[in-house]
């Protein structure tokens, strides 16, 4: 047996070695934790003993620190006998705290699931965007797939490639948001979504059967029908033998399934740079309970100049295109009176639809 004696040489008692000393220290440790929380009976009682004991300053905390002056060889007994503490005492700890919650009372912790609560504001999706889905669905049951463009674009695309020419008004600065230039190219928020078509047959192989929707812009003052930013869907369909037909057939179909069976469409002839011959398209619905006709966009058959500016011959192929207000279909569909009410967000009109 060694004996311990202190610097002047004095009996002390019995010589620990240190790696030993240490695991005696942590059976007493655990017992002086154990009854310290069996003593805790108050919330904030539990509160102090979890920061003495197993907090991040705690005592277990230091006894870990201390873990690295024990010798190698006996580092993976100590480290597991505290290992095995520190879970003790986390799990005294968790099973204390259920009891003291428990009996806290009804300020405790507790929620009772069967009481009622607080219901959960749901939102709903945007009128547009549902109107959107809605189309764009019944146009794919017809073979028509989705194209995409940008809503910032060049002159080439929004006018040039669709037949519009240098002169023309539409490039008027007072009716574009233009944007500056960009590498010698004038830039622009694009006017018609008919910018899609051109993008479509630049990089799609023929034939093609495409729809596009999205937001246009026009420099107009904001009233009840007029809005500087609203949305359109446009669609092309280019293949060999596409006459004025199929394009009166597509749209009355759109509008058997989009209004129901008894709805009309009205072609009347019209003027587009890109189309030839070009129509306005009216659809009749009901608006309630009256049937109306209500003008919705224009439609035509693709003018062989758009064709030639993407490289298509217009011998060979030829094809229809058009393009409708999706706010115009909305607001009639849904008995909106002001477009603006479509942007304002607020959440007591937009939860009707
Ligand atoms: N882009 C035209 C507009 O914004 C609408 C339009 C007319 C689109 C005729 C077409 C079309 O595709 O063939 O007023």
Same mark, same amino acid.
Request: with cysteine; glycine share 6%.
């Given at each position: 047996?060694? &004996?311990?004696?202190? &610097? %002047? @040489?004095?009996y002390v008692g019995e010589w620990i070695p240190y790696p030993l000393r240490m695991l005696a220290d942590l059976e007493q440790a655990q017992?002086?934790?154990? +009854?310290?929380?069996a003593a805790s009976v108050t919330t904030d009682? #539990? $509160?102090a003993w979890k920061?003495?004991? !197993?907090? @991040?300053n705690g005592r277990l905390k230091s006894m870990m620190m201390a873990l690295k002056d &024990?010798? =190698? %060889? #006996? =580092?993976p007994a100590a480290g597991k006998r505290l290992n095995e503490l520190k879970a003790a005492l986390e799990a005294a700890y968790e099973e204390r705290r259920t009891a003291v919650d428990a009996s806290a009372g009804p300020r405790g912790p507790i929620v009772d699931v069967t009481e009622p609560g607080v219901p959960l504001a749901e939102g709903c999706r945007h009128v547009l965007s549902r109107t959107i889905d809605e189309i764009t669905e019944v146009f794919g049951r017809m073979g028509f797939t989705l194209a995409e463009g940008p809503e910032v674009e060049d002159e080439w695309h929004n006018f040039t490639a #669709?037949? !519009?020419?240098? +002169?023309h008004p539409a490039r008027d600065a007072i009716d574009n948001f233009y944007m500056g230039e960009q590498g010698g190219v004038k830039r622009l928020l694009r006017t018609q979504t008919s910018t899609v078509q051109i993008r479509a047959m630049e990089t799609q192989s023929l034939p093609i059967k495409v729809v596009a929707t999205g937001r246009v812009y026009r420099p107009d003052t904001h009233d009840a029908t007029h809005y500087s930013m609203f949305h359109q869907i446009e669609g092309l369909y280019l293949d060999r033998g596409v006459t004025m037909s199929d394009l009166k057939t597509t749209l009355v179909q759109f509008a058997h399934a989009y209004f129901g069976a008894e709805a009309e469409v009205r072609m009347r002839p019209s003027f587009f740079p890109f189309t030839e011959p070009s129509a306005e398209? $009216?659809?009749k619905m009901r608006i309630k309970g009256e049937w109306k006709w209500v003008e919705l966009g224009g439609c035509g058959m693709v003018d062989p100049n758009v064709l030639r500016a993407v490289n298509i011959d217009p011998e060979v192929w030829t094809g229809f295109a058009f393009g409708l207000g999706i706010?115009? !279909?909305?607001?009639r569909r849904y008995g909106i009176s002001d477009i603006r009410w479509l942007y304002e967000n607020d959440a007591r009109f937009l939860r009707q639809f």
């Open positions: 047996m060694c &004996v311990a004696l202190a &610097v %002047d @040489g004095t017992l002086e934790a154990q +009854s310290a929380l009682a #539990l $509160d920061s003495a004991w !197993i907090g @991040g &024990v010798p =190698k %060889d #006996l =580092k #669709l037949n !519009i020419p240098e +002169s398209v $009216d659809m706010e115009r !279909i909305a607001m």
